[in-house]
């Protein structure tokens, strides 16, 4: 048998230190899972209605689990997702039906929503408790330290943040086959140095984090609520939030947030129910309403409640009350292109990413999978993002109805630089898919057939770009929220998710949006406890 010959032998003995590391017991070291009984669930929204918390956390998502259960250390929150619970659903739970949830979808009750953005690109999103923690590939990296700077978080409570997530629900992967392949393949490809297991966002090939346990369960950010306090939290399920309901205080100087309305998330009445933020008498600081429902969601919530540019409302009838231009602005999604290393659709055991190349100066982000295309077919993408995207786009209301998709272009490669850096991408990509390393796997001679045309490149990212489901924006610290997430102009109104983003941190947002929501969850309890 021929060895696998590497481009650069320098590195030879890393590439040897790797290939021990996988056959390290590495059961040892998961986390120690979250003790404790998960807090009331109830999808009777009638529990709730006319009742009132000190906070509001609206979306049970990556951020807005850890963020409820920190809040509810000291204070009472209604935490309301529109989906249902995670638990008991193999599709979500089990890493061997990864990808399952995302083929087949409906259009209120499905785990995973559809949709496809003004741009023609498909794409979707979590609608179930750990939104997307509960359907993503699992795959766990931090932001990297320039992202941490430029954002000005406090990086002592950013790293205690971190710690608590990961000491929850994180663990060291074991390398299946085909990841190690990947691996491989990213090194073969000059994607250097090898970094071993890495929580960090480093150039170089390394192995992540995942919230697959050792036993191939999903730890989604659910399970983060069992860190709650059980007294102050109720959960609330299949109850899509319509919209924010503000005080007639009669000063139009200050518009002060009273509380939500909701509806059924199954549409079996058009009934609508409320619940407030708790008014405490003698007291500077009252809670807040969280808006933690996403790229898609949280701005949707916003506009859907009369908080935008004036010009928007017009044709839904919505009544104008904060004149805030940046509402919906500034959505990204990071282009990528995926090319499939295998010629035809074979039964093979789903799997996620579990290894990443990170290359020109963090730019491009390569990774690799096995994912279902049915329920006995699967396909071996190798796929790549522009991690730092010029090109823009816009969210708009499509509908009142707080359960359909808002309408959404992201501009995909329209600025010049992005195209650019695409076709640069690719070449690397395809360094990667052709390497002896992944044609040796697969049994087929190596090919060196890539392409050489800049042009050809350029057209080749046109005609086949694709989302990597890392969208963002919408509601941008600077001209939505400010650097407490508090919405300008609006008392009692905040947004903690990947809205808030300019850029997508890490590999992927997952490790950093529930970072996130720890992290401002304490930062709360710490300005309540000086006031």
């Not at 529990?47 to 409820?68: H, N, Q, R």
């Not at 995909?412 to 360094?431: G, Q, T």
């Not at 697969?442 to 050489?452: A, D, E, R, S």
Request: glycine fraction near 10%.
């Amino acid at each position: 048998m021929e060895a696998i010959k590497f481009q650069n032998t320098v590195h030879h003995d890393r590439i040897l230190i790797a290939f021990i590391f996988l056959f390290v017991d590495l059961s040892l070291c998961s986390p120690s899972q979250t003790q404790g009984e998960l807090p009331y669930m109830t999808s009777d929204v009638k529990e709730v209605a006319g009742k009132s918390f000190d906070y509001i956390v609206v979306g049970g998502g990556t951020a807005g689990c850890p963020l409820a259960a920190t809040l509810s250390e000291k204070f009472s929150v209604l935490l309301i997702e529109r989906g249902g619970s995670p638990y008991g659903n193999p599709w979500v739970m089990e890493k061997r039906y990864y990808g399952f949830s995302l083929i087949q979808t409906d259009e209120f009750s499905s785990v995973a929503q559809d949709f496809k953005s003004a741009d023609g690109v498909g794409n979707c999103r979590g609608r179930v408790l750990g939104g997307s923690s509960a359907i993503n590939g699992g795959f766990y990296s931090r932001a990297s330290e320039d992202f941490i700077d430029k954002v000005g978080w406090d990086k002592e409570l950013v790293k205690d943040a971190y710690t608590w997530v990961e000491s929850k629900i994180v663990s060291i992967p074991e390398l299946t086959p085909w990841q190690t392949v990947v691996e491989f393949g990213l090194l073969e490809a000059g994607i250097l140095p090898y970094n071993g297991y890495s929580l960090e966002h480093i150039e170089g090939t390394k192995i992540g984090g995942s919230i697959f346990d050792v036993w191939g369960i999903r730890h989604t950010s659910a399970d983060l609520l069992k860190a709650a306090n059980p007294k102050n939290i109720v959960v609330v399920l299949n109850a899509t939030v319509k919209n924010i309901i503000f005080e007639g205080n009669g000063n139009a100087s200050e518009t002060t947030v009273k509380g939500i309305r909701f509806i059924k998330s199954d549409g079996t009445t058009d009934q609508i129910y409320e619940a407030y933020l708790n008014q405490p008498k003698n007291c500077t600081s009252n809670g807040d309403v969280i808006l933690s429902a996403g790229a898609l969601g949280s701005p949707q919530i916003l506009l859907s409640s009369g908080i935008g540019h004036r010009e928007h409302f017009k044709k839904f009838s919505i009544p104008h009350v904060l004149n805030l231009k940046g509402v919906g602005k500034k959505m990204k999604d990071n282009p990528s292109i995926a090319v499939l290393v295998d010629t035809n659709p074979q039964n093979r055991l789903p799997d996620p990413p579990q290894v990443s190349g990170i290359a020109k100066d963090l730019k491009f982000i390569i990774e690799g999978g096995i994912i279902p295309t049915g329920f006995n077919a699967t396909r071996m993408p190798i796929a790549a993002k522009i991690a730092f995207p010029v090109s823009e786009g816009e969210l708009k209301l499509s509908s009142t109805d707080p359960r359909q998709n808002p309408s959404v272009k992201f501009n995909y490669l329209a600025d010049e630089n992005d195209l650019d850096d695409c076709a640069n991408m690719v070449h690397l990509l395809e360094r990667v898919a052709k390497s002896e390393s992944i044609a040796f796997y697969l049994g087929v001679k190596p090919q060196n057939n890539l392409m050489t045309s800049t042009d050809g490149q350029r057209k080749f990212c046109k005609a086949n770009v694709r989302t990597y489901y890392h969208y963002h924006g919408g509601c941008t610290v600077g001209s939505v929220v400010d650097n407490d997430y508090k919405v300008y102009g609006v008392k009692g109104l905040r947004v903690v998710d990947g809205s808030t983003f300019l850029e997508s941190p890490g590999t992927n947002p997952m490790a950093t949006l529930l970072m996130l929501g720890r992290y401002q969850g304490v930062k709360i309890l710490r300005e309540r406890e000086h006031v």
